[in-house]
């Protein structure tokens, strides 16, 4: 049986439909809220007397104005107050988004009014405490089901948790109901929907009927109703898509180099020997396994493929890494994770592989004259370059974090130079903080420095005129009325474009170029004294929260990952995290939320997370020529196109 995760299927869909590129309305919001959120909609449906919204409406005349008044204002006192304090620390820099969710608070609390009023309509002599028990089934619903189809070797167990199951008001029939907070993502969240009302007709022959309702708190409130007839062939979709992700559709074993992919439909003989001892230790241990025939071969390690046995919990095979690390002979321990509903174990390789930027450099975005925020972070075991970018929401700051010989200063370089050969100094500006004046030697003379690097004082003057031209920028912004700086400049340089005649607009005209600041060891800036730390963290929280939409972006390094490091504004406003090898899994889980980060084999093997679970990735190489070509601003062949 193959297990997969509503949330690896969301991840697919989202990325399947174009990523960040298909976001549809909305103000951003962040994971902490979200949560708060959909509490909130728990507590006021639930059970719980002194939370749901049976005693605010019974306090108030039954219109919709009294009782949405009475509601929100009991929402507040005994859910969103406590929590918003509990969380303090974290939401003291999102003043925005904290807004916004208040708005969608509000907005929440008219809908459920209009819902129980509506109820109430059918049968005024019904009890409140019967309304909210007829029409608010169950929230949080916890689902499980096995798939199985004619043309699938083996069945899929699907979990996940619905947001909401309602019955509809006037209506037997029940609705599955997604709630989602902020920008949202419409393909995905409908298709997300539709695999929930899947799993609950799976688990319910008589919801076949069943509705589903989207709706979307951007923060004002926004709602789509789908009947089942209208669901269909979303669903066909959609168990072709589960069947692809359990690894069910016809495919062939992939050896990638760092520069290329290779089909191969047997692997090579130390590859069987190095299975083959993988497969003897998982039985010697009590949880067989059968191994897939198709294995990845990255530039640092091994991924192969296997599905445990009945009654294996899957649970179960991380713990069991140090006993078979025993029978492998490798330098560090095996990485065991559940992938795509099936287990993934990553065995080093013997014989490892340098990834070499240039390999990769035609993957790099065409350098245009606005330019490109986009940067190279690592390539996959699957031998594609990863990129992000620093324009959207889920990446603006970036921590990154390794030991000595993890390879952080050089995952720094290549980043740098992705940045530097899509861009000119007229569409990119470089801030460079260096402590120990190791990291960036080659950029001393750049023609890409907004100011010249700081090596120990002056950092805190730094931070402020970087604070200064952000508050410059969004007068700018105001005045032309844009909300971030890519639509800025692409306003100018039509404006340029207009008013030189057509073909004109070669340079950026009045634009603004991006800012991007790199701290590397920004440890040694914190730890001075408490003073200095208070004053950093301050202009750190100004830049972390306005930064994005006036092109200001931080980047800091650092080899210490303790709490006294990264808790509070450090942690709060570096949403993007690349972790390097560090020394314990306590480290790796202040950087990434979880453990594995401190298994990693050193020299640039990493693990990215920015939204869904951490990716494995080895960080690129940039020859010494190729990064002084870049720092001079003459990038080889990247001449600048208009």
Known sequence: MRILTVTEVRRAL???GGGPHTAGGGMPSNALLGRLFHELFSSLTGADKALNLIAPLELADASSEDWTRSLIDHAFTAVISPALAEHEAVLRTSGAEVLAFWTAARELCRWLVDLMLAQRALDPEQSLARLRHDLFAESELELAIELSDADWPDSIQLVGRADALLRRPGDAGRCVVELKLGRT????????????????????????????????FEPERHERVFDADQLVDAKRALKSLLAELAGFAPRVATVATPASRVSSTEPASDLLDLRARLQAAFTEYGAPLRFAEDTAIGPTFVRFFA???RGVSAKRLPQLAENVWMRLRTSKRPQISLLRGRVAIDVERPDRQSVEFAAFRAQLPTPTALGSSRFAVGVGVDGTLQVADLAESQSPHLLVVGTTGSGKSEWLRAFLVSLLVANSPDSLRLVLIDPKRLAFSAFERSPFLWRPIVYDEGAMELFDALVGEMERRYELLQAAGTDDLTRYNEAQAAGARHAAGAGAGSAIASGLPRIVCVCDEFADLLLRDKHTRREIEARVARLGVKGRAAGVHLVFATQRAGREILKGTIDSNLPARVALTVARDTDSRLILGEAGAENLLGRGDLLYKDIGAPVRLQGLHVAAEELFAAAAGTPGDAALTS
């Open 14 to 16: 989202y990325w399947a």
């Open 185 to 216: 993502f419409p393909e995905a969240d409908l298709l997300q929907g539709c695999l929930y009302h899947l799993m609950l007709e799976e688990l319910d022959p008589a919801a076949v009927d069943a509705a589903l309702g989207i709706v979307c």
């Open 307 to 309: 599905t445990p046995e």
